[in-house]
Nanobody
Framework: QVQLVESGGGLVQPGGSLRLSCAAS????????MGWYRQAPGKQRELVAT???????NYADSVKGRFTISRDNAKNTVYLQMNSLKPEDTAVYYC???????????WGQGTQVTVSS
């Protein structure tokens, strides 16, 4: 089992920045990759960025050059630095961890990000 706890969401003006954090606990050794997904009202959940335990990253085209995913292995924490935020980035952001041995996706509770003036 893996538990994920997110923090760092909030209200920010267009052009501003936020940093999301996701702390993992439990069977950390079994995780292959962690990432961030988001879901806006009336839309499907979509991938934002992922990072493997080997450090390989992947980004949605809509956030490339603005968002950066990183991890701190000592703290079992993954971060999402979001810069140049736009109103269309408004969504609930969910942390994800994938365990290949059981083909299981674990999810955090979600954190609201609102970009508005």
């Amino acid at each position: 089992q893996v538990q994920l706890v997110e923090s760092g969401g909030g209200l920010v003006q267009p052009g501003g920045s936020l940093r999301l954090s996701c702390a993992a606990s439990g069977s950390i050794f079994s995780i292959y990759a962690m990432g961030w997904y988001r879901q806006a009202p009336g839309k499907q959940r979509e991938l934002v960025a992922t990072i493997t335990m080997g450090g390989n990253t992947n980004y949605a085209d809509s956030v490339k050059g603005r968002f950066t995913i990183s991890r701190d292995n000592a703290k079992n924490t993954v971060y999402l630095q979001m810069n140049s935020l736009k109103p269309e980035d408004t969504a609930v952001y969910y942390c994800n961890a994938f365990v290949p041995a059981t083909r299981t996706d674990y999810w955090g509770q979600g954190t609201q990000v609102t970009v508005s003036s």
